[in-house]
């Protein structure tokens, strides 16, 4: 995996795995991910029965 960071605007925080949205701050109701939060949502898109 190569992670790439694009400069946002306006408070945007998204995270996209293969063009699908992992994490949303806006859509998180303005928060911020805890600790690991990212990384366990990735986990579970890479092996979805796990």
């Known amino acids: 995996m190569e992670p790439e ?21 806006h859509a998180e109701g303005d928060r911020f991910p805890e600790p690991g939060e990212v990384v366990e949502r990735i986990r579970k898109r890479q092996a979805p029965s796990a």
């Open 5 to 25: 960071l694009l400069e946002g605007r306006g408070g945007i925080f998204d995270v996209r795995v293969d063009g699908e949205l992992v994490f949303s701050k």
